[in-house]
């Protein structure tokens, strides 16, 4: 690891593959942050989907200044940062297409990755749509796939991502649970229906903090910052059903970009 890196460590620390601060919130900049190389990769949850503004030069892949990654490059001004997280991305995606701004000379990555492997979309369609047995029913499904298969998978994404940049920090970052329970919601899901979502998110969150243990990443659970602001709660950083712009249904606002994701990353940088 650079020294530089270990100057700025020392100093601080799904409606389908298209569903695929708060406050004064920005960090203030750490000049010694100034010298660190940040990569940003994983899924629609670190491209910023949901928050809105987005690059149009990102395409389909709806990056925008408003996610974390961004945010925190705004505030602590690297040296150098490459945002290359993608709407709809799963494990193979981050692998094949955005790890090549990795180096040996990168100090910081983050990722988000493996809720579209595991067919988080899927579960929100099925159970927006379909009855609460065939929700619960398709919440367990995905809920094996974590057990089974995700893990392989979040290995093989790993070791690329440790392969790359042998001497960057890397912190993954897991999911929200969806809703308030009791929330203040009356129409839409059952509360069996909505306890079981927030069981699979708890569940998934479990099986990658576990993974990115076991390859020595530092691990960010978002869960503590969301909570109060869930779905059903009346002050909502999570966009629920949105007919109208589909793709934003069941991501994290603006405002849970800012106050959700970054603080979360920040404390684990």
């Not at 989907?49 to 200044?65: E, I, L, W």
């Not at 790993?158 to 993954?172: C, F, L």
């Not at 779905?231 to 793709?247: E, K, Q």
Request: proline share 4%; charged share 15%; net charge neutral.
């Amino acid at each position: 690891m650079k020294a530089s890196r270990v100057a700025a460590l020392a100093s601080s620390l799904v409606l389908g593959a298209a569903l695929t601060l708060a406050g004064a919130g920005a960090a203030q900049a750490d000049s010694s942050a100034a010298a660190v190389d940040y990569v940003a990769v994983g899924d629609s949850y670190s491209s910023g989907v949901g928050a809105g503004a987005y690059d149009s030069a990102s395409g389909s892949c709806k990056r925008t200044p408003r996610a974390y990654p961004a945010l925190w490059a705004a505030a602590n001004a690297p040296s150098s940062f490459a945002f290359t997280a993608c709407s709809g991305a799963r494990t193979t995606d981050v692998t094949a297409n955005q790890l090549g701004p990795l180096n040996s000379g990168t100090d910081l990555v983050s990722v988000t990755v493996g809720g579209n492997d595991a067919g988080f979309a899927d579960v929100m369609t099925t159970c927006v749509l379909q009855s609460e047995a065939t929700c619960i029913a398709r919440v367990n499904e995905a809920r094996g796939y974590v057990d089974t298969t995700l893990p392989g998978r979040l290995d093989t994404v790993y070791r690329a991502i440790r392969g790359k940049a042998p001497s960057a920090r890397v912190v993954v970052l897991g999911y929200p649970r969806f809703y308030a329970i009791p929330g203040s919601c009356i129409a839409g899901l059952t509360e069996n229906e909505r306890r079981a979502i927030n069981s699979a998110a708890d569940h998934l969150n479990a099986a990658t903090a576990k993974r990115a243990a076991d390859h020595g990443f530092a691990w960010a659970d978002v869960v503590p910052n969301f909570t109060g602001h869930e779905i059903c709660s009346g002050s909502a950083w999570l966009h629920s059903v949105n007919w109208l712009n589909i793709g934003e249904s069941y991501h994290p606002t603006a405002a849970g970009q800012s106050g959700g994701y970054l603080p979360a990353f920040r404390n684990a940088a």
